[in-house]
Protein backbone atom coordinates (compact mmCIF):
# COMPACT_ATOMS: atom_id res chain seq x y z
CA UNK A 1 0.00 0.00 0.00
CA UNK A 2 1.46 3.82 -0.66
CA UNK A 3 0.18 6.51 1.20
CA UNK A 4 0.57 9.87 -0.93
CA UNK A 5 0.45 12.66 1.59
CA UNK A 6 -0.35 15.49 -0.10
CA UNK A 7 0.40 19.17 0.99
CA UNK A 8 -2.50 21.87 0.10
CA UNK A 9 -0.20 24.64 0.85
CA UNK A 10 -3.76 26.73 2.13
CA UNK A 11 -4.61 29.11 4.93
CA UNK A 12 -6.25 26.02 6.48
CA UNK A 13 -2.72 23.87 6.24
CA UNK A 14 -4.57 20.64 4.51
CA UNK A 15 -3.47 17.30 4.18
CA UNK A 16 -5.21 15.32 0.94
CA UNK A 17 -3.70 12.21 0.25
CA UNK A 18 -3.96 9.08 -2.28
CA UNK A 19 -4.25 5.66 -0.24
CA UNK A 20 -3.27 3.99 -3.42
CA UNK A 21 -2.41 0.01 -5.00
CA UNK A 22 0.66 -0.64 -5.97
CA UNK A 23 0.24 -3.58 -8.08
CA UNK A 24 -2.82 -1.81 -9.67
CA UNK A 25 -2.56 1.57 -9.78
CA UNK A 26 -6.38 2.45 -8.53
CA UNK A 27 -6.22 5.38 -5.78
CA UNK A 28 -8.33 6.33 -3.24
CA UNK A 29 -8.86 9.87 -2.88
CA UNK A 30 -9.24 10.92 0.70
CA UNK A 31 -10.61 14.18 1.24
CA UNK A 32 -9.30 15.61 -2.19
CA UNK A 33 -9.79 19.70 -1.39
CA UNK A 34 -6.46 20.77 -3.81
CA UNK A 35 -8.64 18.82 -6.57
CA UNK A 36 -5.98 20.33 -9.15
CA UNK A 37 -2.63 18.68 -6.47
CA UNK A 38 -4.69 15.43 -5.98
CA UNK A 39 -5.18 15.24 -10.15
CA UNK A 40 -1.74 16.31 -11.04
CA UNK A 41 -0.17 13.83 -8.89
CA UNK A 42 -2.03 10.72 -9.73
CA UNK A 43 -1.38 11.50 -13.29
CA UNK A 44 2.36 12.05 -12.66
CA UNK A 45 2.61 8.48 -10.96
CA UNK A 46 0.46 6.97 -13.57
CA UNK A 47 -2.48 5.61 -11.07
CA UNK A 48 -6.30 5.77 -11.25
CA UNK A 49 -8.35 7.05 -8.79
CA UNK A 50 -11.20 5.59 -8.47
CA UNK A 51 -12.87 6.43 -5.00
CA UNK A 52 -12.88 9.55 -2.67
CA UNK A 53 -13.70 9.00 0.96
CA UNK A 54 -14.54 12.35 2.86
CA UNK A 55 -13.86 12.04 6.51
CA UNK A 56 -16.49 14.20 7.06
CA UNK A 57 -18.79 17.27 6.31
CA UNK A 58 -16.64 20.06 6.68
CA UNK A 59 -15.70 21.98 3.05
CA UNK A 60 -12.61 22.12 3.37
CA UNK A 61 -13.22 17.83 2.68
CA UNK A 62 -15.56 18.04 0.96
CA UNK A 63 -14.78 21.10 -1.40
CA UNK A 64 -12.57 18.93 -4.32
CA UNK A 65 -15.16 16.47 -4.65
CA UNK A 66 -16.80 17.72 -7.73
CA UNK A 67 -13.78 18.07 -10.10
CA UNK A 68 -12.14 15.12 -9.31
CA UNK A 69 -15.99 13.20 -9.73
CA UNK A 70 -15.81 14.77 -13.07
CA UNK A 71 -11.86 14.07 -13.85
CA UNK A 72 -12.46 10.38 -13.17
CA UNK A 73 -15.79 9.28 -12.81
CA UNK A 74 -14.94 8.40 -8.97
CA UNK A 75 -17.68 6.63 -6.54
CA UNK A 76 -17.57 9.15 -3.22
CA UNK A 77 -17.72 7.02 0.14
CA UNK A 78 -18.28 8.77 3.70
CA UNK A 79 -20.10 8.62 6.85
CA UNK A 80 -23.34 6.34 6.44
CA UNK A 81 -25.56 9.87 8.16
CA UNK A 82 -23.70 12.08 6.25
CA UNK A 83 -26.01 11.83 3.24
CA UNK A 84 -27.83 15.41 4.53
CA UNK A 85 -24.70 17.54 4.58
CA UNK A 86 -22.38 15.54 1.78
CA UNK A 87 -23.71 15.76 -1.84
CA UNK A 88 -23.89 12.71 -4.04
CA UNK A 89 -22.69 9.99 -1.71
CA UNK A 90 -22.31 6.54 -3.41
CA UNK A 91 -21.90 4.30 -0.46
CA UNK A 92 -22.29 4.89 3.14
CA UNK A 93 -19.45 3.49 5.13
CA UNK A 94 -20.63 2.83 9.13
CA UNK A 95 -17.94 0.89 11.36
CA UNK A 96 -16.11 -2.26 10.37
CA UNK A 97 -17.22 -1.65 6.87
CA UNK A 98 -13.88 -2.25 4.73
CA UNK A 99 -13.01 -0.34 1.49
CA UNK A 100 -10.92 -2.16 -0.87
CA UNK A 101 -8.90 -0.28 -3.27
CA UNK A 102 -7.23 -2.38 -6.51
CA UNK A 103 -6.38 -6.07 -5.54
CA UNK A 104 -4.79 -6.11 -2.05
CA UNK A 105 -5.59 -2.92 -0.34
CA UNK A 106 -8.05 -2.83 2.78
CA UNK A 107 -8.86 -0.21 4.66
CA UNK A 108 -11.28 -0.80 7.71
CA UNK A 109 -13.97 2.24 8.65
CA UNK A 110 -13.56 3.49 12.18
CA UNK A 111 -16.84 5.71 13.31
CA UNK A 112 -15.41 8.14 14.89
CA UNK A 113 -17.12 11.20 16.65
CA UNK A 114 -16.37 13.93 18.21
CA UNK A 115 -14.88 16.45 15.93
CA UNK A 116 -18.16 15.79 13.96
CA UNK A 117 -20.65 13.72 14.67
CA UNK A 118 -20.09 12.01 11.28
CA UNK A 119 -16.64 11.32 11.14
CA UNK A 120 -14.73 8.33 9.42
CA UNK A 121 -11.27 7.30 9.79
CA UNK A 122 -9.37 4.53 8.18
CA UNK A 123 -6.97 1.92 9.34
CA UNK A 124 -5.20 0.25 6.34
CA UNK A 125 -4.81 -3.84 7.06
CA UNK A 126 -1.40 -3.76 6.61
CA UNK A 127 1.51 -4.87 9.11
CA UNK A 128 2.36 -1.74 10.18
CA UNK A 129 -1.19 0.13 10.31
CA UNK A 130 -1.60 3.54 9.02
CA UNK A 131 -4.54 5.77 10.45
CA UNK A 132 -6.66 8.27 7.68
CA UNK A 133 -8.33 10.47 10.90
CA UNK A 134 -9.03 13.37 9.18
CA UNK A 135 -9.73 15.91 11.81
CA UNK A 136 -10.17 13.47 14.62
CA UNK A 137 -6.50 13.18 15.86
CA UNK A 138 -3.50 15.68 14.86
CA UNK A 139 -0.02 15.03 15.28
CA UNK A 140 0.48 16.42 19.12
CA UNK A 141 -3.57 17.47 19.09
CA UNK A 142 -7.29 16.45 18.66
CA UNK A 143 -9.85 18.30 16.60
CA UNK A 144 -11.97 20.67 17.87
CA UNK A 145 -15.98 20.01 18.39
CA UNK A 146 -17.82 23.55 17.22
CA UNK A 147 -18.39 22.60 14.29
CA UNK A 148 -21.11 19.87 15.01
CA UNK A 149 -19.37 17.71 17.35
CA UNK A 150 -19.08 17.32 20.93
CA UNK A 151 -15.64 16.90 23.13
CA UNK A 152 -17.50 14.59 25.34
CA UNK A 153 -18.16 11.93 22.08
CA UNK A 154 -14.04 12.63 20.99
CA UNK A 155 -13.14 12.01 24.45
CA UNK A 156 -14.68 8.13 24.49
CA UNK A 157 -13.15 7.66 20.42
CA UNK A 158 -9.92 8.72 22.09
CA UNK A 159 -10.34 6.54 24.88
CA UNK A 160 -11.92 4.01 23.22
CA UNK A 161 -11.00 3.12 19.74
CA UNK A 162 -7.55 5.02 18.89
CA UNK A 163 -5.67 4.35 21.92
CA UNK A 164 -6.80 0.75 21.52
CA UNK A 165 -4.95 0.45 18.08
CA UNK A 166 -1.29 -0.49 17.88
CA UNK A 167 1.75 1.58 19.42
CA UNK A 168 3.35 1.06 15.98
CA UNK A 169 0.13 2.46 13.66
CA UNK A 170 0.88 5.50 11.82
CA UNK A 171 -0.71 8.64 11.87
CA UNK A 172 -1.70 11.05 8.50
CA UNK A 173 -4.14 13.84 9.64
CA UNK A 174 -6.15 16.25 7.62
CA UNK A 175 -3.85 19.42 8.86
CA UNK A 176 -0.88 20.06 9.53
CA UNK A 177 -0.43 21.67 13.38
CA UNK A 178 2.43 19.98 14.62
CA UNK A 179 4.04 23.09 15.68
CA UNK A 180 1.30 25.00 17.69
CA UNK A 181 -0.13 21.68 19.21
CA UNK A 182 3.22 20.46 20.73
CA UNK A 183 3.08 23.85 21.93
CA UNK A 184 -0.22 23.41 23.72
CA UNK A 185 1.26 20.35 24.80
CA UNK A 186 4.55 21.94 26.25
CA UNK A 187 2.35 24.77 27.80
CA UNK A 188 0.16 22.17 30.06
CA UNK A 189 3.06 20.26 30.60
CA UNK A 190 6.19 21.77 30.24
CA UNK A 191 8.11 18.96 31.79
CA UNK A 192 7.44 16.65 28.92
CA UNK A 193 11.01 16.52 27.50
CA UNK A 194 10.02 14.36 24.52
CA UNK A 195 7.57 16.73 23.30
CA UNK A 196 9.81 19.81 23.75
CA UNK A 197 13.02 17.89 21.79
CA UNK A 198 10.47 16.69 19.25
CA UNK A 199 9.44 20.99 19.37
CA UNK A 200 13.01 21.92 18.83
CA UNK A 201 13.82 19.87 15.93
CA UNK A 202 10.52 20.81 14.12
CA UNK A 203 11.62 24.72 14.46
CA UNK A 204 14.52 24.04 12.62
CA UNK A 205 13.54 21.88 9.90
CA UNK A 206 9.77 21.14 9.82
CA UNK A 207 8.67 20.71 5.95
CA UNK A 208 4.98 20.06 5.18
CA UNK A 209 5.94 18.95 1.92
CA UNK A 210 7.91 16.25 3.89
CA UNK A 211 6.53 16.25 7.17
CA UNK A 212 7.17 14.12 10.09
CA UNK A 213 4.99 11.12 9.95
CA UNK A 214 4.26 10.13 13.81
CA UNK A 215 3.21 6.81 15.79
CA UNK A 216 0.47 5.87 17.82
CA UNK A 217 3.27 5.53 20.66
CA UNK A 218 5.00 8.69 20.16
CA UNK A 219 1.50 10.80 20.18
CA UNK A 220 0.72 8.84 23.51
CA UNK A 221 4.31 10.93 24.90
CA UNK A 222 3.39 14.23 23.28
CA UNK A 223 -0.02 14.61 22.79
CA UNK A 224 -1.72 16.42 25.90
CA UNK A 225 -5.14 14.87 24.95
CA UNK A 226 -3.36 11.31 25.82
CA UNK A 227 -1.63 12.49 28.86
CA UNK A 228 -4.83 12.31 30.93
CA UNK A 229 -2.58 10.88 33.65
CA UNK A 230 -0.11 13.05 34.06
CA UNK A 231 0.20 14.80 37.46
CA UNK A 232 1.95 18.22 36.19
CA UNK A 233 -1.05 17.93 33.38
CA UNK A 234 -3.64 18.09 36.11
CA UNK A 235 -1.73 20.19 38.39
CA UNK A 236 -1.68 22.57 35.89
CA UNK A 237 -5.39 22.45 34.62
CA UNK A 238 -6.16 22.77 38.53
CA UNK A 239 -4.70 26.58 38.13
CA UNK A 240 -7.20 27.26 34.94
CA UNK A 241 -10.09 25.06 36.14
CA UNK A 242 -10.27 25.83 40.77
CA UNK A 243 -13.41 23.41 40.79
CA UNK A 244 -11.61 20.34 39.42
CA UNK A 245 -11.68 16.98 41.33
CA UNK A 246 -8.76 16.03 43.69
CA UNK A 247 -8.48 12.80 41.40
CA UNK A 248 -10.62 13.94 38.42
CA UNK A 249 -11.48 11.25 35.70
CA UNK A 250 -9.51 11.00 32.73
CA UNK A 251 -12.65 11.95 30.67
CA UNK A 252 -12.58 15.59 33.16
CA UNK A 253 -9.16 16.07 31.84
CA UNK A 254 -9.82 15.59 28.25
CA UNK A 255 -12.99 17.65 28.17
CA UNK A 256 -10.98 20.79 30.33
CA UNK A 257 -7.94 20.16 28.00
CA UNK A 258 -10.28 20.45 25.03
CA UNK A 259 -12.19 23.58 25.89
CA UNK A 260 -8.23 25.47 27.16
CA UNK A 261 -7.39 24.68 23.42
CA UNK A 262 -10.30 26.50 21.98
CA UNK A 263 -8.81 29.86 23.05
CA UNK A 264 -4.90 29.29 23.04
Not at 118 to 123: A, G
Request: hydrophobic residues 35%; contains cysteine; aromatic residues 6%.
Amino acid sequence: MIVEQIWTGNAYRNFNYLIVCPETGEALAVDPLDHTKCLARAKAKGWQITQILNTHEHGDHTGGNGPVIEATGAKLLAHTNAGARIDGIDRGLAAGDVVKVGKHVELLALDTPGHTMSHICLVSKTDTPALICGDTLFNAGAGNCHGGGHPSELYKTFQEQLAKLPDATLIYPGHDYITNNLGFTLDREPDNAKAAGLLATIEKSHDPEHPLVTSLGLEKQINAFFRLTSKTVIDRLREAFPDLAKNPSQHDVFVRLRELRNSW
